[in-house]
């Protein structure tokens, strides 16, 4: 049976008293430098898919409150939203971010990062410099990345299952895995999809609504130019976010404009972790992951890369691509959802529930301004979300 809850919201605020344990330069360390600055017992591991790119894990294997894991626990695995990488699960800080609740909980923590990151610049025989390097979407995240690092998780471990995580692409390239290598769900404790996209077509980010209606434009100018990759943020707009942004802006107008393409207004947002995000997000992507999305919010199916009606043809066999059927993810899973989340909306995620054969919960987050960043950075995030999933954790 499928539990559907509401969340109950704490009050909100736009200007709050700080209580994250972080510093500007957070902003300007890698995420295992962080994990180590704050005490946890941190570990960098590598594995290669099975189509040559160098992926790259980081590891919380104890905790400074806890100690080593406890290896009667599964494993976690944690995968990140599109331009992020492992620091989103921390960069809000001891006592605060999911990644530190975990490990303190016992349970070891992988941060995964998806091909094309600021961490997996690294391919067996393609340099970082071609096409053929980012000629990939999440597509591709799903069926050799995220299966990739399952692997490694569980030879590294000797266990059968873990649990999985996901935050939006993280959620998108979850569901990829487990419809076209459908074995993968035998793999998976449960499934916990924070802002899920798969669906997108009631997407209602100006931004990016003008940009799918334009997407072939779009494409033809980036592949003209060359353009195929986003780049990661520089050290440099970290320093001006902490020299500027908290003082002047009052962090507002730099939130907005770092935010411009994932939600509207962030009202429980705290500005001293302004210079930590400027510092990791965005954290890189292919030109090609953008342009997927594109097309699921035109075409309104979840479904695999259009690549025209001749190269679809020659490759699918069909003049259109095919969708990505659903009723093969058997894992466990369980939903978590926000109203204000201008990308992946309520109607589209509660399509998406219909869908799943096995989900267990749908939970809206009762605050009504909730948004899909929110889910990484809010200032309530722990009490209204994270500490509801730990519980969904236990016992299994």
């Not at 809850?5 to 972080?22: E, G, I, K």
């Not at 430098?33 to 941190?42: N, S, V």
């Not at 290598?181 to 609504?209: C, S």
């Not at 309520?346 to 605050?367: C, G, I, K, Y």
Request: aromatic share 12%.
């Amino acid at each position: 049976m499928i539990k559907i809850h509401a969340l109950v919201a704490l009050p909100f605020v736009t200007q709050v008293v700080s209580h994250f344990l972080v510093d500007d330069e957070d902003g300007r360390f890698t995420t295992p430098q962080i994990t180590q600055k704050y005490g946890y017992q941190t570990e960098i591991h590598h594995t290669e898919t099975s189509d040559g790119y160098i992926l790259e894990m980081h590891r919380l294997s104890g905790s400074p409150s806890s100690g080593p894991f406890d290896r009667e626990k599964p494993p976690v695995l944690m995968m990140h939203g599109l331009m992020g990488s492992s620091a989103d699960w921390i960069l809000i800080g001891p006592q605060n971010a999911l990644a530190y609740l975990l490990s303190d909980r016992g349970y070891d923590v992988w941060l995964g990062n998806a091909r094309g990151n600021r961490y997996c610049r690294k391919h067996a025989y393609l340099d970082v410099d071609t096409r053929r390097f980012w000629d990939f979407s999440w597509h591709e995240i799903g069926t050799f990345d995220v299966p990739a690092m399952i692997d490694y998780v569980s030879e590294a471990r000797r266990v059968p299952k873990l649990h999985y995580i996901g935050h939006s692409q993280g959620t998108t390239a979850f569901f990829v895995m487990t419809t076209m290598l459908p074995q993968y769900n035998e793999k998976i404790v449960k499934m916990q999809a924070l802002a899920p996209a798969a669906y997108l077509y009631h997407l209602n980010n100006p931004v990016l609504r003008f940009l799918a209606t334009h997407l072939n434009t779009a494409e033809s100018v980036a592949s003209m130019l060359g353009i195929n990759q986003f780049m990661p943020a520089p050290n440099m707009m970290n320093q001006l976010a902490s020299a500027f942004c908290p003082y002047i802006f009052n962090g507002q107008y730099c939130v907005s404009t770092m935010f411009l393409l994932s939600a509207g207004k962030y009202q429980n947002l705290d500005p001293k972790i302004i210079p930590v995000l400027i510092g990791h997000i965005p954290a890189g992507a292919s030109v090609k992951q953008f342009v997927h999305y594109g097309q699921e919010v035109l075409s309104g199916h979840f479904r695999q890369f259009d690549y025209g009606v001749e190269n679809n043809t020659r490759i699918y066999r069909s003049p259109v691509p095919p969708d990505y059927n659903l009723t093969n993810v058997r894992a466990p899973v369980v939903i978590h959802y926000g109203l204000q989340d201008q990308l992946t909306r309520p109607a589209d995620v509660v399509r998406l529930a219909r869908e799943l054969p096995n989900l267990v919960e749908l939970n809206q987050h009762s605050d009504p301004s909730f948004n899909h960043m929110d889910f990484l950075l809010a200032t309530s995030v722990k009490d209204t979300l994270y500490n509801r999933i730990i519980d969904s954790m236990k016992g299994e």
